[in-house]
T-cell receptor
Framework: DQQVKQNSPSLSVQEGRISILNCDYT??????FLWYKKYPAEGPTFLIS?????DKNEDGRFTVFLNKSAKHLSLHIVPSQPGDSAVYFC????????????FGPGTRLSVLP | EPEVTQTPSHQVTQMGQEVILRCVPI?????FYWYRQILGQKVEFLVS????????KSEIFDDQFSVERPDGSNFTLKIRSTKLEDSAMYFC????????FGDGTRLSIL
């Protein structure tokens, strides 16, 4: 039961260019969406979030877009840097506090110098 | 910046033995979670804990598993009679939105 899907297991981008990571979900009850970044041997680190009342949230080089009708969200990183190379997880929840998050399988981003 | 800490970083246990994974959540957080990630697979929710009781658990969290907050700072996950398929990274998290994760405990069952 894949409620949260990340169909690209990996992505390679040239340094300075835009990275676009995609995420699709099936549960229309999801209201909060987060992106986590994970380096090897470390836990997931929170990156950026968006609630269903918004369609865009921006934080520095990171922007998340939400298309609720399409049940699709994307993370844009611009400009991409080599230090952005990591696995990126999309996560979704029905609640804004206390509810568990359902994670996607992750996309491994490689930013090439 | 406060962080979630987990010990040990790697635990090797014989099949059938009991194991306790330990976590110190961020001090002012009220919600605590355990997730696991089997090698090559996605992060999966196990259990959430609030006000000294389980608030939600997944199908994975069967009678083999239990959680406890034995004092004001620690949050533990106990796995009784471990099986080979319990081998995974176990992540503790605390908070709400966002949840803050520890660096995980790698559990290897032999």
């Amino acid at each position: 039961d894949q409620q949260v899907k990340q169909n690209s297991p990996s992505l390679s981008v040239q340094e300075g260019r835009i990275s676009i990571l995609n995420c699709d979900y099936t549960n229309s009850m999801f209201d909060y969406f987060l992106w986590y970044k994970k380096y090897p041997a470390e836990g997931p680190t929170f990156l950026i979030s968006i609630s269903s009342i918004k369609d865009k949230n921006e934080d520095g080089r990171f922007t998340v877009f939400l298309n609720k009708s399409a049940k699709h969200l994307s993370l844009h990183i611009v400009p991409s840097q080599p230090g952005d190379s990591a696995v990126y997880f999309c996560a979704a929840s029905q609640d804004n506090y206390g509810q568990n998050f359902v994670f996607g399988p992750g996309t491994r981003l490689s930013v090439l110098p | 910046e406060p962080e979630v800490t987990q010990t040990p970083s790697h635990q090797v246990t014989q099949m059938g033995q009991e194991v306790i994974l330990r976590c110190v959540p961020i001090s002012n957080h009220l919600y605590f979670y355990w997730y696991r990630q089997i090698l090559g697979q996605k992060v999966e929710f196990l259990v959430s804990f609030y006000n000294n009781e389980i608030s939600e658990k997944s199908e994975i969290f069967d009678d083999q598993f239990s959680v406890e907050r034995p004092d004001g700072s620690n949050f533990t996950l106990k796995i009784r009679s471990t099986k080979l398929e319990d081998s995974a990274m176990y992540f503790c998290a605390s908070g709400g939105v966002p949840q803050h994760f520890g660096d995980g405990t790698r559990l290897s069952i032999l």
